[in-house]
Structure formats: structure tokens, C-alpha cells
């Protein structure tokens, strides 16, 4: 069984980006707005706002996007290698 990279990295990019969102509109209704502040180090441009919001989930898409892809692939590789 094969993974197929773009499906795996779409699914967990939007899934990312989903977080990403929630987590900075609760952060921006029950807490202090301080709790995500790192990351502003991970995501340049990212604020505890509803614009970081948007900027996170971009980031967030694209970043899972990578790793799932990355996943699949060296899942991939690893099966063939393996079991020949």
C-alpha cells in the first residue's frame, strides 16, 4: 500500500491550518493573548489577532503540507526498501 503524497499533505495542512486558527481565537477569548506568542518565531508576521489568524493558517497549510508529503514519501521509500 502506497500513500499518495498530496493527499496526505493537503489533509494534514488543512488540519494544521484549522488549529492554528482555533487555538488564536481561543487564545484571543479566554486568555491574555500571550500564550502563542512564540509563534511569532516560527510564523513570521503571526499575532495573537484575527489577521495572525489568516497568516497562521497559511502557514499552517503550507507547513503541513510539507510534512505530510515528507511522510508519505519516505513512508513510501521505507515500504519498498523494506519489502521488497
Known amino acids: 500500500m502506497n500513500l499518495r503524497a498530496r493527499a496526505l499533505g493537503l489533509s494534514l495542512g488543512i488540519s494544521l491550518g484549522l488549529v492554528v486558527v482555533i487555538i488564536t481565537f481561543l487564545d484571543m477569548s479566554y486568555g ?6 512564540v ?17 497562521g493558517l497559511l502557514y ?15 513512508y513510501n521509500w521505507f515500504q519498498k ?4
Do not use: C, H, Q, S
Not at 46 to 52: E, F, I, Q, R, S
Not at 60 to 74: C, D, K, R, T, W
Open 60 to 74: 499552517g497549510i503550507v507547513e503541513g503540507f510539507l510534512l505530510g508529503a515528507l511522510v508519505a514519501v519516505l
Open 39 to 55: 509563534l511569532r518565531f516560527i510564523m513570521p508576521g503571526y499575532t495573537v489577532t484575527a489577521a495572525g489568524a489568516l497568516v
Open 32 to 37: 491574555e493573548g500571550n500564550t502563542l506568542i
Open 81 to 84: 526498501v523494506l519489502y521488497k
